[in-house]
Structures are given as structure tokens and as C-alpha cells.
């Protein structure tokens, strides 16, 4: 009973992922909208779009031409946000003054890839059936077995398919430096910044670790060191699992939920059920259960108001390079962000 009068009250939850906290005032959406409402989106493209810059066969911005791939497509990004190669960069002043602590800079490489989950200009992943999302995280596993660090204690996981894995028509070389981290992730939509329609991801590989997954590294440390080696994700998947509340889907290896601490109205991560460090600890089975969670997410998030639905989607998994400790505390999930608030026209905004 106590519980039920969250759903009233205001309130701060703890999210265990952060070791933040979030407020949370549920009575808020019962106040009148009056203000900022967005256009429906009732776009309806075509299967091929000649003017598209990902299309199988087109010219990109830069003179390159894709070739005429058919399932996934991987290519460097024209315009990626970090770079292999760069000037070197070094501050001036001395250490100690006020510039070198409050003026702080520290250069970033890395190597950014672009992702086509398929030929067709106008098959989100919303659209697809889960054997033909397989391919997609076959990609992505691939692409972060060939950025890993020799040294990890992932190396031993790897499945030899992986190892011989042909390219999907992909335009990738060998990084050549050793990376710390890989963001894969998706932009979905004009309103979440997606500059092209055809859909399509992300990877980057960059030499810092991103704040976000900095913090909840520490925090998947800390609670393994202090509950006897127990996996903060799995304990919070088998809770959740009993309470049947805030569950969104469930399959034998997956469970999507609205987060307790969901910060966004329809926030959903996918979660591994069992401790998986990364995308090499998935076996057959499990990218088969991997895509039907990402298959019934996304579809569900487009059913919900009859809209191609926007969010920002990444997946969290341990770093290409770090400490045994952190590798093995990792636990690989999921996290979707999508803005609308109340309807397909109204979104929500980070404000105060």
C-alpha cells in the first residue's frame, strides 16, 4: 500500500546505475497543455530514395559510392565527430594556475562508422522482424571484436564465427590505435537530430570513456564489491521480473522494462536476464532473444501513438579496453530515451 501512494505524491527515486537521484512529481500530468506541440509525423518514403545518401548504389556527400549491398552496410563517416588523425594538441600555462584548473582540455581520437540496418530507405527497425535485426547486431558484434584490445579478458570469448565473419559489403579498416570505448547507438527521427531518413545507426570508437558509462562502471563496481560478486543488473532483472510492474517485454534471455528511475515517460531498457559482459558473450540463442526484445520495443513504441516513433538508443556493454575489475562487473543492457510526454505532438523537455 505504501508503494501506491508514489503514484501521488512527490517523490526522488534512486537510480542505482548513476548513484544519482531523480524527482519525480507523478500529479504533473494532470495539469492543462497549452503550449509547445509538434507535427505528427505522416512521412511516407520510398523503398529507394536516389537522392539518399545511404541507399545501395548512390553517391555520398564526398564522391564516394556505396556499393549494392544487401543486408547491412558499414562505412568511416564523412563527417565524424573525432578523427584518427588531428593536430596535437597541449595547453599552455603552467600547472597549478588558475587556467590549468578551470580552463581544462584534453584531446579525443577515435574512429566513427555509420550503419545501415538494411538496403530499404524506409524499414525502420520498428519494421523489421527479429531474424532480420540478427544481422544487425552480428554487426555490431564484428565491429567491436575488431576494435577489442588483445589484452582483454574478452578475447577468450570471442566465437570463432565472429572471427571469420564476412563484412556485409562494409568499407572498414583496422583502427590504428587501441580505444578505449565503442558507442553504438541510434539517433531515431528529425526531432532527436537524425539528419538522414534511411535508417540507420552509429559506432564510435573513441580513446576517452564517456561520463555516463564512467559513472556507471563505478557504480556496477561498488555493488558487486560490496554484495559477495552478485551483478547489480541481474538482481535488478530478477526484481523486476517478480513485481511484474513496470515490465514492457520478456523472453528467456531479455527483460525491457521502464526503469523505477526512468527519467523520460516512455524511458525503456533491455537488460540481459544473465551476467553478459558485451556483445562476445552472446550465443546464438541469445542474439536470437536480443533481437525479438529490440524487435518488440521498437514496434511497440510505434503502435503507441500510431507514429514513427523518435528516441536515442545505446547500448551499454564493457569497454574495448580496462581493468579486469571493470570488464567483469560490465553488464550489458540497453537504454532508450524517447522525448514525447503525453501524445505523438507533445514532447518533453530537460528544463529547471
Not at 597541449?90 to 555509420?114: F, M
Not at 531474424?131 to 544487425?136: L, Q, V
Not at 550489458?332 to 505523438?344: D, E, G, I, N, Q
Request: aromatic residues 10%.
Amino acid at each position: 500500500m505504501s508503494d501506491k501512494i508514489l503514484d501521488d505524491i512527490s517523490h526522488r527515486r534512486y537510480n542505482p546505475l548513476q548513484g544519482s537521484w531523480v524527482l519525480v512529481s507523478p500529479h504533473r500530468m494532470k495539469r492543462p497543455w497549452q503550449g509547445q506541440q509538434e507535427a505528427v509525423s505522416k512521412t511516407t518514403l520510398p523503398a529507394y530514395d536516389a537522392s539518399c545518401y545511404l541507399c545501395p548504389g548512390n553517391t555520398r556527400a564526398q564522391g564516394d559510392k556505396n556499393p549494392e549491398y544487401s543486408s547491412t552496410f558499414v562505412f568511416v563517416n564523412d563527417y565524424g565527430a573525432v578523427k584518427e588523425e588531428q593536430a596535437e594538441y597541449r595547453p599552455e600555462g603552467n600547472e597549478g594556475d588558475l587556467s590549468s584548473i578551470l580552463l581544462k582540455a584534453v584531446p579525443v581520437t577515435g574512429k566513427c562508422y555509420v550503419m545501415t540496418y538494411s538496403p530499404s530507405h524506409n524499414l525502420t527497425l520498428a519494421d523489421l522482424s527479429p531474424k532480420d535485426i540478427i544481422p544487425i547486431i552480428q554487426t555490431w558484434t564484428e565491429l567491436y571484436v575488431a576494435h577489442l584490445s588483445p589484452a582483454s579478458l574478452l578475447v577468450a570469448s570471442i566465437p570463432a564465427t565472429t572471427l571469420l565473419a564476412h563484412s556485409h559489403g562494409s568499407t572498414t579498416t583496422r583502427p590504428n590505435q587501441q580505444y578505449r570505448y565503442m558507442q553504438i547507438f541510434e539517433n531515431k527521427g528529425a526531432s532527436m537530430g537524425c539528419s538522414n531518413p534511411h535508417p540507420h545507426g552509429q559506432v564510435w570508437a573513441t580513446s576517452s570513456l564517456p561520463s555516463e558509462l564512467s559513472l556507471e562502471f563505478e557504480q556496477l563496481k561498488k555493488y558487486r564489491r560490496d554484495h559477495g560478486g552478485a551483478h547489480l543488473l541481474v538482481d535488478y532483472a530478477q526484481l523486476e521480473c517478480g513485481k511484474k510492474e513496470r515490465v514492457v517485454f520478456e523472453n528467456d534471455g531479455f527483460l525491457a522494462l521502464c526503469p523505477w528511475w526512468a527519467v523520460w515517460p516512455f524511458e525503456v531498457m533491455i537488460i540481459s536476464k544473465t551476467h553478459k559482459r558485451s556483445l562476445v558473450d552472446l550465443g546464438d540463442g541469445d542474439v536470437k532473444t536480443f533481437a525479438e526484445a529490440i524487435a518488440e520495443v521498437t514496434r511497440r513504441y510505434d503502435n503507441l501513438f500510431e507514429t514513427q516513433f523518435p528516441y536515442s538508443m545505446g547500448i551499454h556493454q564493457a569497454p574495448l579496453e580496462g581493468t579486469d575489475e571493470e570488464i567483469e562487473a560490465s553488464h550489458f543492457h540497453v537504454h532508450f530515451y524517447p522525448p514525447l510526454l503525453r501524445s505523438a505532438t507533445v514532447k518533453k523537455f530537460l528544463v529547471g
